[in-house]
């Protein structure tokens, strides 16, 4: 009931790819915005909420029955509630993967290990992780690996995201001459040319 409550008081603009964010309780303090919804922290408790766009809406359902999967993994944060337009999960403090690039934090071989390990675990039980990328992948500050924003894990098509990322770190990451800080900006232009020209050019040439 206080996450139903809390996510009422999320008002959006009914309209817009990103709806505009008009009002939330005080009680929550906003840490991210994606393709999909708002996030938040709640004062006081290691939960954040997920409250997703009007027009997003039908995720919440989805995406708690995948945590609901995962459960039995520690891998994957714990699902605390769910409603008509919300998740609840644990709040974890730490840095993604696209932080730690950007504040040059080196991410070791263990790391990738994990995130495969977390990913073959979530095949195991008959989902497809798609959408995997450097920042729905967490380092904890206890050092573990927790995947979140899960989707689109049951999508049935081949997404190669991780796959490509994981070639590019053994290529090129882990060797001395790879700078191990990146700029945001040029993080987000690497991005934005691999959606639109990188990805097709790597699997027809099979350079990586």
């Known amino acids: 009931m206080k996450y139903e409550k809390l996510a009422a008081s999320v008002i959006m603009a009914e309209k817009g790819r990103i709806p505009k ?7 929550l303090q906003l840490i991210g915005t994606g393709r999909s919804a708002y996030v938040f922290k709640l004062q006081h408790e ?13 995720l919440a359902a989805e995406e708690a029955a995948i945590y609901n999967e995962l459960s039995s993994s520690s891998y994957y944060p ?5 409603g008509a337009n919300y998740i609840a999960i644990d709040y974890l403090e730490g840095h993604t993967l696209f932080q730690c690039l950007e504040n040059g934090f080196f991410v070791s071989e ?4 994990d995130i495969n390990e977390a990913l073959n675990i979530a095949r195991k039980v008959g989902l497809n992780p798609s959408d995997v990328h450097l920042k729905n992948i967490i380092i904890t500050n206890k050092q573990e690996i927790k ?8 999508q049935t098509k081949k997404d190669r995201q991780w ?14 001459y790879f700078p191990k800080r990146i700029p945001k900006f040029i993080l987000h232009c690497i991005a ?10 790597l699997y027809k ?3 990586v």
Do not use: E, M
């Open 21 to 27: 964010l008009k009002s939330y309780d005080k009680a």
């Open 46 to 58: 290691q939960v954040a909420l997920k409250v997703y766009f009007p027009h997003k809406a039908h």
């Open 78 to 82: 714990t699902l605390h509630d769910v």
């Open 110 to 113: 263990d790391k990738i290990r």
């Open 147 to 154: 995947l979140i924003d899960v989707a689109r894990f049951r």
């Open 163 to 176: 796959d490509d990322i994981q070639k590019l770190y053994f290529k090129g990451y882990v060797k001395s």
């Open 192 to 201: 934005a040319i691999y959606k639109k020209t990188l990805r097709s050019y």
């Open 205 to 207: 040439n099979k350079t």
